[in-house]
């Protein structure tokens, strides 16, 4: 064992002594994300749409999509924005609870395993520069950086950018979400050229964000972009 | 949950090291075993928990015995209790508790001056002295006196309660000098005079008691308010809003980080609200509670800083931790310990009441309903119940006592608190700047101190709003409540998954809302306005002052007299708070018949509190203490001063004519020794109407009053000298012939006041007599024909 090994050690133990991990969903003392509240995560249906994750009878794209040209190739999510996918990112987003990204990160590995996607490099979802200050990180970046370290994958940051800051998406409908974020993102420099993207994100609902950012990555070189995101909120929830 | 157990073993050890002081070489050589085993098991984790859990305990007991006063020769308590008085020299250590009628001192003192010289001591003492002249912290001070050792109560231990402020003395009848000003540091000094100069703006935009409540939720000043009011609070339950506490300091961190946390972002705003938080901590003293919330604030900032989240009951423990590390008195004292189960309760009890609810409501009612109607009873009621249950063994064990009113009284006053802290706020810098603005502001702050007041009194006053609990162990009590605490802790109901309630109130709701909130309070200040309005009555209202004189008179046109102001300030300006209407700022005229302590006193802190168009005085009133404090506070505020004497007429807006008879000394004349026999006697008349005042003569001065022919005859008679049996002749009762007789005297006072011989001379006489000691306030109405007594104000 190392020395910076050894002290971060340490650093963890008198950090948990002073702020015991608890369940961000129970209370229970042990974990951020216990094991009960982790196996109660509702998977999303099995048959959906691969494209935006619409519920359907069978895996294929839906009439939405099928009619519109999607720059994404494919869309994962962990489980439905549900209790307690919901409490845990609320607590990643707002409550500052950054340790919280590497217990889901496990679990988005657990989830990635069954399943790998043929991608090259992780890109999270940026946030306006002002946004990063206010809430003191990017929750995608956590999420990017704790998931590539244990796959074993590249991530790519500060090459995807939001150049202007949109407001939240919470409340709008599909289209002024589209609208939303048009043009909002683009690449400052060559890293992604040629590169198999996946895109990380905390939570998606209508898939406006990733396709705006997907967008701007194929403009930026990349050969094909994915996403895999923690959670998806239910179609019923955006009218 | 390692940190709450380590806490509970280092508590225990405290407590064990109280009560058995062990000696400190015994102590180290138990840590070192335990230690060494520590070290040996340091593989096996309960084994390795075991012993950390005996070394917290160790340590405990060692910072107790650590923490026990020692005296050695230099210590200034090895002087209490001697037979003759001390001179000491010392510097004002703390910022003075300024009481209504006096002011307690903390002294650091450093020099014990004797027939040989000075010598070098050390050691606090705490002295009493009169209100004026103001003393400040860091003030160099030269003291004589007799240093006792604090003694220990029936009901309080007042010993243990200084030493947990490391004070170890009490100077009994303490001659002050001022050596220097401006010692102690700099940045304290310059706090303290900010809240001091806050604290006058309070006192100058808004009447009383409400002011006296504003200073106490806002700067932490308590002991402003009347005793009787003091009281009530208690009975109410609601003495904590008057304490600087977590809410405070919350409001305080939550206002920095709203207006910096966009512009700086989340680290510099966290640092900043830090900042802020150690300022006010300063600016309102560091009492248990603002220690406490101020270090949970910081451990809560931590969290964030460290990207966790705080476990509330592991930061409770933490902040005990280092409370009583920093102090291990702390545990005996009555403020942490309600500040800690109070803290406690929200933590731990609240969540079980609000669950059990929730699940009532989950079963009986639509989710969505629940959880609105569980939110609203929780905020309203539950909070309120759970702190008032975990802190009744405080109240038990500390009071014997339980208010019955409590939650019903939180439930009314809590909900306006955040108004009144934003609105005074505003009020109170606005009325720094200049005083009308802040009067103007002040007129918004008002409403919601009165409705707290108002709530107060109508349930404090209830005579079943406390029950008085059995006399029990102490020991029994806490570890009663331990189990029970530690049940809740450990059998906690598990959240109820209520539906995530995402409906906001539309701006529209929020908007009428405001509007409605708007309305109510311009009805109320119309209303409260149209009250006092002027009635084309002259009013006098002999003031329920206590033992003392105070009468206030509202001349048909709206000018206001005041006549004496009674022993206490805090009482006088409540009951003005109470009949002025509470724009009135101005006291047209302010007589003060002698210098004597229960006419003068009242007077003092008026002088800056009112803008005051003039007072008049008796030629040649006695120079007594006060005299002298009463002339410096006078000359201070710029008021102007006129001494008179028999033959002076004052007439306001030509309906209320005053006329001097008393004293009968020409201009120039020397000062009187007997200030009673000096006092200013009055004849205030309005059309038909009289009515005399007197003062504090006595019969020889109401037999010259008889012999220099004035005219005397009157319609009420202010009895003179609270009744007592030297003043109120059979031949004065005779002249003035009165047919109402008003005696201002405060129940069972030390006097003996009113004196039988004159009740019986009063009876005899066939005058009718109305005593505030039975009444209250009493209040005389005329037109300038008929005259109406009302009494119970």
């Known amino acids: 064992m190392n020395v910076a090994e050894t002290r971060h050690r340490t650093q963890t133990q008198a950090l948990d002594l002073l702020y015991p991990p608890h369940c961000v969903a129970c209370e229970r003392v042990g974990a951020w994300l216990c094991d009960d509240c982790a196996a109660s995560i509702t998977p999303l249906p099995t048959a959906c749409c691969p494209r935006c994750g619409r519920p359907m009878p069978t895996s294929r794209l839906c009439r939405t999509c099928r009619g519109r040209r999607s720059p994404l190739q494919a869309l994962r999510s962990l489980g439905s924005y549900t209790s307690p996918?919901?409490?845990?990112?609320?607590?990643?987003?707002?409550?500052?609870?950054?340790?919280?990204?590497?217990?889901?990160?496990?679990?988005?590995?657990?989830?990635?395993?069954?399943?790998?996607?043929?991608?090259?490099?992780?890109?999270?979802?940026?946030?306006?520069?002002?946004?990063?200050?206010?809430?003191?990180y990017n929750q995608a970046a956590l999420l990017a950086s704790a998931f590539g370290s244990r796959v074993g994958l590249p991530v790519v940051e500060d090459c995807l950018v939001r150049r202007r800051a949109t407001r939240s998406q919470v409340g709008l409908s599909v289209a002024d979400r589209h609208a939303n974020v048009n043009e909002a993102f683009c690449c400052v420099d060559e890293r992604v050229r040629g590169e198999r993207v996946l895109l990380i994100d905390d939570v998606c609902t209508t898939g406006a964000t990733l396709a705006a950012a997907a967008q701007a990555l194929l403009d930026g070189g990349a050969s094909s972009v994915w996403a895999l995101t923690l959670a998806r909120a239910p179609f019923a929830t955006v009218r | 949950m390692t940190l709450i157990c380590l806490t509970l073993a280092w508590t225990l050890g405290i407590l064990l090291g109280r009560w058995l002081s062990p000696p400190l070489w015994t102590l180290a050589g138990l840590l070192a075993m335990a230690s060494v085993t520590a070290v040996a098991v340091r593989h096996h984790l309960r084994a390795l928990l075991a012993t950390a859990l005996v070394i917290a305990a160790l340590l405990g007991a060692g910072r107790m015995a650590l923490a026990q006063p020692r005296f050695d020769a230099g210590d200034l308590a090895t002087y209490n209790d001697l037979d003759q008085p001390l001179t000491l020299r010392g510097t004002v250590s703390a910022d003075p508790d300024r009481r209504s009628t006096y002011t307690q001192l903390q002294l650091s003192v450093d020099e014990l001056l004797d027939e040989q010289g000075a010598h070098p001591v050390h050691g606090r003492a705490v002295l009493n002295v009169p209100a004026y002249p103001a003393y400040a912290y860091g003030d160099r001070l030269e003291v004589t006196g007799r240093l006792e050792t604090p003694p220990v109560l029936d009901e309080f231990d007042y010993r243990e309660y200084l030493a947990g402020r490391g004070v170890h003395s009490l100077l009994r009848r303490a001659q002050v000098s001022v050596l220097e000003g401006q010692g102690g540091v700099g940045l304290l000094r310059g706090l303290y005079n900010v809240r001091l100069a806050l604290r006058a703006a309070v006192e100058r935009t808004l009447p009383d008691p409400e002011a006296g409540l504003l200073t106490g939720i806002l700067l932490g000043m308590g002991h402003t308010l009347p005793e009787e009011l003091d009281e009530a609070f208690r009975a109410a339950g609601l003495s904590h809003i008057m304490v600087i506490s977590g809410y405070n300091i919350g409001l305080v961190a939550v206002a920095v980080l709203l207006v910096t946390r966009r512009r700086l972002g989340i680290w510099p705003a966290l640092a900043l609200s830090l900042v802020g938080i150690a300022l006010y901590t300063l600016f309102v003293g560091p009492s248990a509670p603002v220690l406490r919330a101020m270090l949970m604030a910081c451990l809560l900032a931590g969290a964030r800083f460290a990207g966790r989240k705080s476990h509330t009951l592991t930061t409770l423990a933490a902040t005990s931790l280092i409370m009583t590390a920093i102090n291990p008195h702390y545990l005996w004292s009555v403020s942490y310990q309600l500040s800690f189960a109070a803290t406690l309760g929200l933590v731990v009890v609240e969540p079980v009441l609000t669950r059990r609810l929730q699940a009532h409501m989950v079963r009986d009612a639509d989710p969505d309903q629940a959880a609105h109607g569980s939110a609203l009873v929780r905020d309203v009621l539950l909070v309120t119940l759970a702190a008032q249950l975990a802190t009744l063994p405080v109240m038990w064990t500390q009071f014997g006592e339980m208010s019955l009113v409590a939650p019903l009284a939180n439930a009314l006053v809590l909900p306006v608190q955040p108004a009144i802290m934003l609105l005074g706020a505003i009020s109170t810098l606005l009325g720094a700047l200049w005083t009308p603005l802040g009067q103007a502001a002040g007129w918004l702050v008002w409403p919601f101190l009165r409705f707290c007041v108002w709530v107060v009194e109508a349930l404090g006053g209830l005579p079943w709003a406390t029950i008085a609990l059995p006399r029990l162990d102490g020991g029994l009590v806490w570890g009663l409540y331990a189990f029970v605490m530690a049940w809740m802790v450990w059998r906690r109901p598990r959240k109820v998954k209520l539906p995530a309630s995402e409906r906001e109130p539309s701006p529209e709701a929020r908007r009428n809302r405001v509007v409605l909130a708007g309305l109510a309070l311009a009805a109320v200040l119309v209303w409260g306005g149209v009250g006092a309005l002027p009635d084309r009555r002259l009013h006098v209202w002999v003031l329920d002052v206590g033992q003392g004189d105070a009468i206030l008179m509202r001349t048909p046109g709206g000018a206001t007299v005041l006549v004496d102001g009674g022993p206490d300030p805090a009482l006088l300006a409540a009951r003005l708070g109470r009949i002025l209407p509470f724009w009135q700022r101005r006291i047209d005229l302010l007589v003060a018949t002698h210098a004597d302590q229960d006419h003068l006193a009242g007077l003092l802190?008026?002088?800056?509190?009112?803008?005051?168009?003039?007072?008049?005085?008796?030629?040649?009133?006695?120079?007594?203490?006060?005299?002298?404090?009463?002339?410096?506070?006078?000359?201070?505020?710029?008021?102007?001063?006129?001494?008179?004497?028999?033959?002076?007429?004052?007439?306001?807006?030509?309906?209320?004519?005053?006329?001097?008879?008393?004293?009968?000394?020409?201009?120039?004349?020397?000062?009187?020794?007997?200030?009673?026999?000096?006092?200013?006697?009055?004849?205030?008349?309005?059309?038909?109407?009289?009515?005399?005042?007197?003062?504090?003569?006595?019969?020889?001065?109401?037999?010259a009053l008889i012999a220099s022919g004035q005219p005397l005859r009157a319609t009420c008679l202010k009895v003179a000298h609270h009744g007592a049996g030297t003043g109120t002749s059979a031949d004065f009762l005779e002249a003035v012939d009165p047919q109402v007789a008003l005696i201002s005297v405060g129940a069972d006072n030390d006097y003996g006041h009113p004196a039988e011989q004159t009740l019986a001379r009063l009876a005899a006489a066939d005058v009718r007599v109305y005593r505030t000691d039975e009444c209250g306030t009493l209040e005389v109405l005329t037109d300038g024909e008929r005259c109406w007594v009302r009494g119970a104000y």
């Open chain 1, 85 to 136: 996918l919901r409490e845990a990112v609320h607590a990643l987003k707002y409550d500052g609870l950054a340790a919280l990204a590497d217990p889901l990160a496990a679990l988005l590995e657990t989830y990635w395993r069954q399943a790998p996607l043929p991608v090259t490099v992780l890109a999270p979802v940026p946030l306006h520069r002002g946004r990063v200050r206010y809430r003191g």
């Open chain 2, 605 to 703: 802190p008026l002088v800056t509190r009112y803008e005051v168009g003039l007072i008049v005085e008796p030629l040649g009133m006695q120079e007594n203490a006060l005299r002298v404090q009463w002339d410096a506070v006078v000359s201070a505020s710029g008021a102007h001063v006129v001494r008179l004497s028999r033959g002076a007429e004052i007439n306001l807006g030509d309906t209320l004519r005053l006329q001097l008879l008393n004293p009968s000394q020409r201009a120039g004349a020397m000062p009187v020794s007997d200030g009673n026999a000096g006092s200013l006697v009055l004849l205030a008349s309005m059309g038909e109407w009289r009515m005399l005042l007197t003062g504090d003569i006595d019969a020889e001065t109401e037999a």
